[in-house]
């Protein structure tokens, strides 16, 4: 017991260890995995972000040319972020804000004329 | 006398976890407990049908959030070894000090719920005070805090450099002069003692005849550890069990704590001997034929059986995580105590449910 | 690649178990693996110093095995969840929860059976 | 006036018993009993305005009364020795022997007939005792009408013996007004007697085979306190050469009688089922309910320690007394915790019974006024409230068929009633603003000079509230409103139960008033618990007890909800889902810390200390 | 004291005092260890006035984290039948928004939305520490506007 | 007329500074570890959001039990302003903490059941020692009545020191504090949930706080009586006991009600028979 008052008062008397949030943000660590955004103009629609997702929480239509993503069910692993041929997917160092409804990323963009690849587009069912 | 029932979970503050335990007391001690489990199974390892072998890494790390990386290791060396592929040897250094750094916090997050269990709610506010130090490094080197992601078949996902483990180790350095200062309070303190001594005893031959695993072997005085089986880079690196003998609460806290602190040197050890090169290599092929891979996780031995068709689909994946081994030693161990002692002796297990029911 | 293991009976299961517990083994686990519709494979695992030895007993659908729980009360939870699983019925279970260690009645019956699999497209 | 009204409290009873005997009609018997029951509390009322007084009645219906008694004492040493053979007791036959041969010697050798002196006397003390004999004592029989019958009905006999039943309880009032009025040692020793055989009979009254052996016990311990009684009377005879009480009791503390006086203490104790000689009255609990309340509340236990406060004066200061301090604070003590160990309701009332005796006896013997007024005030509210709480279990027992406490859990959907009145009985017993603790509290503020008494007493009475309030908690511990029935009773059952709770809260509230009656005047003695802060109390707790009862009546509107358990959904009323989805029952039970407190083995503890506790008393008094 | 005054400190209070029991449905504990994180010094919304105060008759907020499974919806429904008005209820990590990776397992149902309505998400996976208290502080004011709300709507 | 006026003063401030004190311990506590803590009046915050919550019931019952408790805490400060006698005070308090446990066993849950015993078994454990410590008291002023304490010229404390540390136990025991927190801990991390609280919700429970901080007021005050003969001396007496509470409660573990029951009885006895003797021999 004795030792644990010594923790205690070195405790007491030390800084205290609170990072008060709201008002004091530690920036976020910069290789931070965290929310995903598309470079939707570079993307290619190859499906290869949709096909590699643990999640299966992307969907590609590449005849639509729409990046759909559901940031809910995304875990947030950056597999994706690794597949993605063009490198247009990437990952802010923050997670996604809280919300109060269910939101969804959706995203359009412009066919490309030749898509390198032969992407399968898996839907989501 | 007057007997009592109660449940006691799924939703109980002093669990986590929602496991169920029926208990019936008289006079507050413990005459019966049926454990029933269920709350969090989801059935991941049937996912192998329709998540090909490498997302299933992603999977099996969300097996579990406290012992994830080791999952995902205890995973890609098996694959590795069906496939026969050969990791650079710095992933597999990089790998035991991700996977050290992970019982590291492990070890501290038990302690302080172990010590929240016996109501000591500042040592357990100082245990996770510690631990946080941890969870910086993690975020800091792999991107994430808990669920760090870093394997994949054929080595990592992510390398450290130089400033970043110096960093790591001065960070270690505070980490390990602040558990140090807890040693007395944990060994020494009358009233933890008092309540964890001779509180849920298991002798080593009923350990070992329960299938008991990890530290709740080891507290029972049985020198096991899967780390003895040299996996990764644990065959150039000075290891040695951490035991006690009295098969109590007791000796399992002292059995965690020092490992706690054997993890420390042993982070040391891997950084220090790790060489330079690729952490990764490219893998070919799909997975055929069955193998099994063990490692040391913080709550002990993790069994993985797989078993590929040639496919990119597995067949099965078979996950004996240490709470399912250490689950009968439980029940064998709650007849008889107080009421007071049941978190205690459940606790004293470091039951992780998740990892349990998969 | 195949593990080694030792082929088992039914009938001389448990005995091999019993002689694996007077040897001090430990009981590590058993693997169900459902091969076909019609059976399931079963695997023994027992570990003595860090080496497994493994006992491999095939089960056709619907033949009730004898439990080894009576001699490791480890293997209960096991069991159980075998019998969840793969709808293998174990006799003689010293803690028997039917079928619900993990499912309730809305969940799928005995999902790891291949019977039951829907499996999705394969590559 | 005294002597009429003492012709009255003493020999209707006798007279009414002959009539239950006589007159085998059910209405009559009634009739006689409420007749009696009214009668007597009438008496006492009315000799409230005449205390203190003595008399010296010398024939009654043209007998001379002490040939009466003398006569009558020899009749029931026969009676006891009839007994002693007939139940092959040889203690108890040598016991009647030894008393028949010592008896016969006193009035044929020593009993010279010596001045004259007031046979009858009457003060504050018997004052007191009359009242709870008369009132208390003729509600328990009147709730025994309804009971008994009953109870008959239950045990399916054939011929009723609920006249010899009756005649014995009415009997047993009149002995007691016999005993607490008398001044003459010749006459105390009959009616105690008469106690002994009466409660012996009482307790019998089933004929079972655990009744009988019961009562055969109850038979020796008692009859042994009778021999040393005797023999304590004779000797004081011997030394001081008078029966006159008051005479010896005035005369002050004298070494030369302390040890008759132990003696007499001695005989107190064990009627009054001082540890060891407990077991008497926890196995009086086979007889009917009626028997026991009667035993416990206001009669019978009560002579005991009316013996020895009435003694007190003679030994106070002395060494003797303190040893009454300490067995009595023993008692106190062990008992309780005794009283923890149990889940029998009747058993744990006797259990209270013997440990508040305990501290009625510890009063008596710290022996200062002030001590001696709360002895007398926890005579007052005991009678009531353990009356009342006898009747009550005995009311549920016929109804649920047990006396366990665990099977009350949640009395309160099957007998809104009776649960009530049974908790605001065991409030009256452990709270204050009520008289049994304002009781305790003056006790306890007496006895602050003496170390080991006070130490006993403050753990004691610490374990006291345990063990009652655990029993008040469960009674209203139900999860739901449900459909509660309401309660059908006889008006028989009902009337005695509000009387004696109405009495409680009375006199509670009185307190101020009550408190300066029983002190008396008399220098030093400030009441604690003064008008002023029994206000205080009062309007507090009292303003308190309405808003409680007022959002007791707004909760009956809101949201119910289940019980918190783990989350475990609930398929069925007090159960939950547990293992395998099956529907587990909560099952709910007390700790009776059965590893602690273990009856057989801290009885035989309790009876080794308690029995030290007796021999440093008597051997004190040498 | 003029009643208004009280209501308000009442009011006041409700944003001031959220009790939150938290339920681990089915959880791989990565979320559930960032709940306890929020406890420790290091985030200590013990600041907020927030308790972990573990039992639903006392709470004014829900935490879930993890996947619905058939055997603990019920655990679910129960306690957030159990909690008093007004309260709250936060969705943790991708399991409890969404079901997160094992939606499609066998025993998953899916978010925490399919058993109970749910407040506010917080994704993550897992969850941050600081992710949990913007979670926290966003359900206050959720909290706030239905309370204005229906004192809007008890005027008219 | 005065001591009523005093008793009314002291029901109307003590809920107002129990408050605080409890706040401030909830801050001090956060400090020991390293926390910043919640703000002062907190626990205003915290009965207030109670007391505007939905009223859910298991047994009206419960309600009674909640109110008395309240009051008979009220009634016992009330009694203390107003000098009264200690014993009495003592006595009207034991009212509230058994209407408690008859209100945590009104509910059929283990949890309030197991939390009622073991509060019954804590009661057991505390009362005599401060019966003990009155008694000490009364021998040294002669008297049971708090006044009596205030005419004394020299501080209780020097010659009841040992009655002091075993008033520290029954302290601990009625602050829930570990490591005595048995039937009811502040937090909720314990085998039996919230014992005696589990049950009690919305209006009830914030009942149940104020009355806990009129207990708070109800206990200091009882401690300041060992310096009474100066104000400083009864406000530090009063701090430093407090502040060793707190440090009590962070330093040890919860016991089970076995070693409390043995190791209170038999170390509170020997020091107050030890202490007593002494004041006997005197
Ligand atoms: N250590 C560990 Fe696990 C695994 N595998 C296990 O029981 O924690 Ni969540
Ligand atoms: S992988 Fe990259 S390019 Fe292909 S669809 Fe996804 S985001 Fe577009
Ligand atoms: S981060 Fe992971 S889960 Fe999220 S979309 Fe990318 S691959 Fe899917
Ligand atoms: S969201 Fe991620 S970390 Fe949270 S429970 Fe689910 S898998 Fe675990």
């Not at chain 4, 003696?263 to 064990?270: I, K, N, Q």
């Amino acid at each position: 017991m004795a030792k644990m008052t010594a923790n205690i008062l070195r405790n007491f008397f030390a800084k205290r260890a609170t990072r008060l949030y709201p008002i004091e943000v530690r920036p976020p660590f910069e290789n931070s995995r965290g929310e995903l955004y598309n470079d939707i103009d570079q993307c290619i629609f190859c499906g290869a972000c949709a096909l590699k997702c643990p999640s299966q929480c992307i969907t590609v239509d590449k005849d639509q040319a729409t990046w759909f993503c559901d940031p809910l069910a995304c875990v947030y692993c950056g597999v994706c972020v690794e597949a993605c041929p063009v490198h247009c997917l990437h990952q802010k160092t923050t997670y996604r804000p809280v919300c109060v409804t269910r939101e969804t990323i959706f995203q359009k963009g412009v066919l490309k004329e030749k898509p390198k690849k032969k992407a399968k587009v898996v839907a989501e069912g | 006398m007057a007997k009592m029932t109660l449940p006691f979970g799924p939703q109980h503050p002093v669990l986590p976890e929602p496991i169920h335990l029926s208990l019936t007391v008289e006079d507050e001690i413990v005459t019966q407990a049926i454990p029933a489990l269920g709350y969090v199974h989801r059935g991941l390892e049937k996912l192998v049908d329709i998540r090909d072998f490498n997302q299933m890494v992603q999977i099996v790390e969300r097996v579990c959030g406290i012992c994830s990386k080791i999952h995902a290791m205890c995973y890609v060396q098996g694959l590795e070894e069906l496939m026969k592929v050969d990791v650079p040897p710095r992933a597999k250094y990089l790998r035991v000090m991700w996977s050290e750094l992970h019982r590291i916090h492990s070890h501290l997050l038990w302690l302080g719920l172990f010590a929240d269990a016996f109501g000591m709610e500042s040592l357990f506010m100082q245990c996770w005070r510690i631990r946080e130090k941890i969870m910086d490094i993690n975020e800091a080197t792999t991107g994430a805090r808990v669920i760090v992601s870093v394997n994949v078949v054929g080595g990592l996902r992510c390398d450290v450099d130089d400033t970043q483990t110096r960093w790591i180790l001065s960070e270690l350095d505070e980490v390990e002069r602040e558990v140090r200062r807890l040693e007395s309070t944990f060994v020494n303190d009358y009233t933890i003692k008092k309540r964890t001594c001779g509180i849920g005893v298991l002798s080593a031959e009923k350990a070992l005849e329960l299938g008991a695993a990890g530290p709740t072997l080891r507290g029972s005085g049985v020198a096991q550890d899967m780390r003895q089986l040299k996996y990764a880079a644990f065959d150039s690196i000075d290891f040695e069990p951490v035991t006690a003998l009295d098969g109590d609460s007791y000796s399992r806290m002292k059995v965690r704590y020092y490992e706690t602190l054997q993890s420390i040197d042993l982070v040391r050890q891997a950084i220090a001997k790790m060489p330079d090169g690729d952490i990764a290599v490219k893998v070919k092929g799909r997975p055929e034929g069955e193998i099994l891979s063990r490692v040391e996780q913080p709550r002990g031995e993790l069994f993985y059986y797989i078993k590929g068709n040639g496919t990119k689909y597995l067949d099965r994946v078979r996950i004996r995580t240490p709470t399912f081994a250490n689950i009968p030693p439980l029940a064998a161990m709650l007849p008889g105590i107080e009421l007071a002692d049941v978190p205690i002796v459940v606790l004293s297990i470091d039951p992780c449910i998740s990892c349990t029911e998969r | 690649m195949s593990i080694e293991t030792i082929p088992a009976a039914l009938d001389t299961i448990v005995g091999e178990v019993v002689k694996m517990k007077a040897q001090e083994a430990r009981f590590l686990t058993m693997t169900a693996v459902s091969l076909d519709e019609k059976t399931t494979e079963l695997l023994y695992t027992f570990d003595q110093d860090l080496v497994m030895t493994h006992y491999r007993l095939t089960v056709p659908k619907d033949t009730h095995v004898p439990s080894i729980s009576p001699v490791y009360f480890a293997a209960f939870l096991v069991e159980n969840e075998i019998c969840d699983q793969f709808g293998v019925v174990f006799d003689g279970l010293v803690l028997d929860f039917g079928g619900k260690l993990y499912l309730d009645e809305e969940a799928q019956r005995t999902p790891f059976c291949k019977f039951a699999v829907t499996r999705k497209e394969k590559a | 006036m005294p002597d009429t009204l003492l012709f009255l409290l003493i020999v209707v009873p006798f007279l009414a018993a002959l009539g239950c005997l006589l007159l085998r009609q059910e209405q009559l018997r009634s009739l006689i009993i409420i007749g009696t029951g009214g009668l007597l509390t009438l008496c006492a009322l009315m000799l409230m305005a005449s205390t203190p007084f003595s008399a010296a009645p010398k024939s009654i219906l043209g007998i001379s009364v002490s040939m009466l008694i003398q006569a009558a004492d020899f009749f029931l040493l026969g009676v006891i020795g009839y007994y002693g053979y007939k139940h092959r007791n040889l203690l108890i036959q040598g016991l009647a022997v030894l008393q028949f041969v010592l008896l016969a010697c006193f009035e044929t050798f020593m009993v010279a007939p010596g001045k004259e002196y007031a046979t009858f006397y009457g003060d504050t003390l018997s004052l007191v005792m009359v009242l709870v004999i008369c009132i208390v004592g003729s509600l328990i029989c009147i709730h025994a009408i309804p009971y008994m019958k009953e109870h008959e009905h239950h045990l399916q006999l054939e011929g009723s013996k609920q006249p010899r039943f009756f005649a014995i309880m009415v009997l047993f009032l009149g002995a007691m007004n016999g005993l607490v009025l008398t001044n003459d040692l010749s006459f105390f020793y009959f009616f105690f007697e008469l106690t002994t055989i009466c409660s012996f009979l009482l307790i019998g009254h089933d004929q079972t085979e655990i009744a009988e052996t019961n009562a055969v016990r109850a038979l020796w311990m008692n009859a042994l306190g009778g021999a040393a009684l005797l023999v304590g009377i004779m000797w004081i005879y011997s030394k001081t050469g008078t029966m006159d009480m008051q005479a010896i009791i005035s005369a002050g503390p004298k070494a030369a009688l302390l040890l008759p006086l132990a003696l007499l203490c001695f005989a107190g104790f064990t009627k009054a089922a001082q540890a060891p000689f407990q077991s008497w009255l926890l196995g009086a609990m086979v007889a009917p309910t009626p028997t026991s309340a009667l035993l416990h509340s206001s009669t019978m236990v009560k002579a005991g320690v009316y013996l020895v406060i009435r003694f007190a004066p003679a030994f106070a200061g002395t060494f003797l007394s303190l040893g009454v301090a300490l067995a009595g604070a023993f008692t106190f003590l062990a008992m309780a915790v005794l009283a923890m160990g149990q889940s029998n309701g009747k058993k744990i009332l006797a259990y209270s019974t013997v440990s508040n005796l305990g501290l009625i006896m510890a009063c008596a013997g710290i022996n200062t006024k002030a001590a001696i007024t709360a002895a007398i005030l926890l005579i007052i509210f005991h009678a009531l409230t353990k009356a009342l709480l006898f009747l009550c279990v005995g009311t549920i027992e016929q109804r649920i068929g047990s006396r366990d406490i665990e099977d009350m859990r949640g009395l309160l959907t099957a007998m809104p009633w009776t649960a009530v009145i049974l908790v605001a009985g065991i409030l009256t017993m452990i709270l204050p603003p009520f008289g049994m603790l304002l009781g305790k509290w003056v006790a306890i503020e007496s006895s602050s000079q003496q170390l080991f008494v006070i130490v006993m007493l403050a753990l004691g009475s610490a374990v006291t509230v345990a063990y009652w309030a655990r029993w008040a908690g469960q009674i209203m511990s139900v999860s739901s409103l449900g459909a509660r029935e309401p309660e059908l009773q006889p008006m028989l059952t009902r009337g005695p139960l509000a009387a004696l709770l109405g009495g409680a809260v009375l006199l509670s509230a009185l307190w101020p008033w009550v408190y300066n009656r029983v002190a008396g005047p008399g220098p030093g003695l400030a009441n604690p618990a003064s008008a002023a802060v029994m206000g205080f109390m009062i309007v507090v707790i009292g303003s308190g007890f309405l808003w409680a009862v007022n959002a007791m009546r707004q909760a009956r509107t809101a949201r119910m909800t289940r019980p918190y358990l783990c989350g475990a959904p609930e398929n069925v009323e007090g159960t939950y889902v547990g293992p395998i989805n099956q529907d587990m029952p909560v099952i709910l039970g007390n700790a009776y810390f059965t590893s602690l407190v273990t009856e057989d083995r801290l009885t035989c503890w309790v009876n080794m200390g308690a029995g030290l506790m007796l021999v440093l008393m008597i051997g004190g008094a040498l | 004291m003029p009643v208004s005054v009280i209501k308000d400190f009442i009011e006041k209070s409700r944003l001031k005092s959220p009790w939150l029991v938290h339920f681990d449905c089915g959880s791989c504990n990565g979320c559930d260890i960032e709940v306890l994180a929020c406890l420790t010094p290091l985030y200590d919304v013990e600041r907020f006035g927030i308790l972990n105060i573990g039992n639903p008759k006392h709470a004014d907020m829900l935490l879930v984290t993890g996947t619905v499974n058939h055997r603990n919806k019920k655990v679910l429904k129960n306690l957030y039948d159990q909690m008093p008005h007004p309260k709250v209820v936060l969705a943790l990590g991708a399991c409890g928004t969404s079901g997160g990776v094992f939606r499609e397992a066998y025993n998953v149902v899916g978010g925490v939305d399919k058993v109970i309505p749910v407040d506010v998400y917080v994704p993550g996976c897992a969850v941050k520490p600081e992710a949990i208290i913007d979670g926290v502080v966003t359900a206050l004011g959720r909290l706030a506007e239905k309370r204005a709300e229906a004192s809007a709507s008890a005027k008219e | 007329m005065k001591s009523l006026f005093l008793a009314l003063i002291g029901m109307a401030v003590a809920p107002v500074v129990g408050g605080l004190v409890s706040g401030l311990d909830r801050i001090l506590t956060a400090r020991c570890q390293s926390r910043k803590g919640p703000p002062l009046i907190q626990p205003f915050y915290d009965a207030a959001k109670l007391w505007g919550k939905e009223v859910t019931a298991t047994n009206p019952w419960q309600a009674f039990c909640a109110v008395m408790y309240l009051v008979a805490a009220a009634a016992s400060v009330g009694l203390l302003c107003a000098g009264s006698d200690l014993l009495l005070i003592f006595f009207v308090q034991a009212v509230g903490a058994v209407f408690l446990v008859m209100g945590a066993y009104a509910v059929p849950s283990p949890y309030s059941q197991i939390g009622a015993q073991r509060e019954l078994l804590q009661m057991v454990a505390y009362e005599p020692l401060i019966i003990l410590t009155i008694v000490g008291i009364r021998l040294m002023t002669g008297s049971f009545r708090v006044d009596a304490v205030f005419a004394l010229d020299q501080p209780l404390l020097f010659k009841l020191p040992l009655l002091f540390l075993v008033l520290g136990y029954a302290l601990t025991i009625k602050l829930r504090k570990s490591p005595f927190d048995i039937s009811a801990c502040h937090h909720a991390h314990q085998e039996i949930v919230r014992g005696v609280y589990t049950e009690f919700s919305g209006p009830y429970l914030a009942l149940i706080e104020i009355a806990h901080w009129y207990e708070v007021i109800l206990v200091l005050g009882l401690v300041s009586l060992f310096w009474a003969t100066s104000i400083a001396g009864m406000i530090l007496l009063v701090a430093a006991t407090y502040a060793a509470e707190i440090l009590v409660d962070n330093v040890s573990s919860r016991m089970t009600w076995r070693w409390m029951l043995g190791s209170v009885w038999l170390s509170g006895l020997v020091l107050s028979g030890i202490n007593l003797v002494w004041l006997y021999a005197r």
